[in-house]
């Protein structure tokens, strides 16, 4: 139950020229909190007063409001809607202010998108994301501990454990040189908070280390993209490192370039091989410090997995139809295929708590747990209810 951020972003890039005029007023430094969406940051900000939730992502080079968030609030029209690549209107706002925290910035120019496939996926209606037009001048960090984040006009002093890695900025997205386990050799990526995994296109993955498909795995999920539904699998990389700073057993999205691949290419000047998202972030304090074009990493003196059995589940992933929540997809070999269920079954109840009064997060949450113990099921399909018993199991296999 995740969401992969998509290539819309990438095109926007020479379809629509935002040139954002940013007048922060008040502190030097803001913190705000956030939620932890089992990998995205959503926090509450306000355009022109209205308040809303908004996603925190360095792999988007402009800003975005939801069209309908805009029309419901009477933000100016400044373009005609444009179609990209067969997505639909795409617009652009006139916002006076935009709030974040103690900031408020004026004058405003933000692209408007249909966000509705993202609000299939999160149970409720998004507003805007906050990119990095917003960004660019200043040090922003992120304590995924803690769930906050703060922006700053100055960069900040790194700790004596701090790994400190120089990154590029290209079309104003970060890209740094990252490596395989156990390599000599060092690859682009894209480092991307709006991406809940480390993220490999399949034919670099090859390149580099072509027996991957030997790693402990997780096969058949699909992914949420804003071009619809993305097959790709899941592996546990033995290794992955930035720089001096390395992980073992990293949770690795595998998927098909695609138009993210090719725009991605475009953009960084040279063959990328991917996106470092949540799965590596969440083990460190971060800090992209902008003004320098270095990617601070500081180790938690304790770290604590918030969802220690993320992929101990059932087996099935969940989109939301017409405001209830709905089977989209189910993994192969897992309880929920070799149940009775089918796509389009609507989740009514979990161990007897009303499901259609819970998001995304906390199905998500009820649904993960030690595997081996059951979870009941209340469904409807046909206007018939029928219960099922489904056992958790462990969703990677050897």
Known sequence: MKILKAALYIFLVTAIAVSVSLKPAYADTIKIEYT?????????GDINGETGWFLLDTGADSSIVDIRFAERIGLKKLKSPLSILGMGGIDEYAAKNVGIGEWYFEDVPIVGVDLSIVDRYLGF?????????????????????????????????????????????????????????????????????????????????????????????????????????????????????????????????????GLLGIGLNLIGGSPVHGVVGWTFLRYWKVTFDYPNKRLILEPYEFYKEKWPHMFDSVGFMIAYENGKPTIDHILPDTPAADADLQIGDVLLAIDGKDALKMDL??????????????????????????????????????
């Open 125 to 257: 209606n998004l507003a805007a994301i906050l990119g990095a037009d917003f960004l660019r001048k200043y040090a922003l960090t992120i304590d995924y501990q803690e769930s906050y984040f703060t922006l700053s006009d100055e960069s900040p002093d790194p700790g004596l454990n701090a790994h400190i890695i120089p990154f590029r900025i290209s079309d104003k997205l970060v890209f740094l040189k990252a490596s395989p386990m156990n390599s000599d050799k060092e690859y682009t990526f894209l480092v991307d908070t709006g991406a809940t995994s480390v993220v490999y296109f399949q034919n670099r993955l090859e390149e580099v280390y072509p027996e991957y498909k030997s790693w402990p795995r997780s096969l058949g999920w699909q992914e949420a993209t804003f071009m619809g539904k993305k097959d790709a699998d899941i592996f546990l990389m033995p290794e992955f490192s930035i720089g001096d700073a390395g992980i073992e057993s990293l949770v690795t999205t595998v998927t098909q370039p």
């Open 361 to 398: 997060l906390e199905i998500s949450e009820m649904v993960m747990g030690e595997p081996g113990t059951d979870v009941v099921f209340l469904f409807e399909r046909d206007r018939k209810q029928f219960r099922l018993t489904l056992k958790r199991v462990h969703l990677f296999t050897e």
């Open 36 to 44: 932890d969406w089992l990998g995205l940051i959503l926090f509450e």
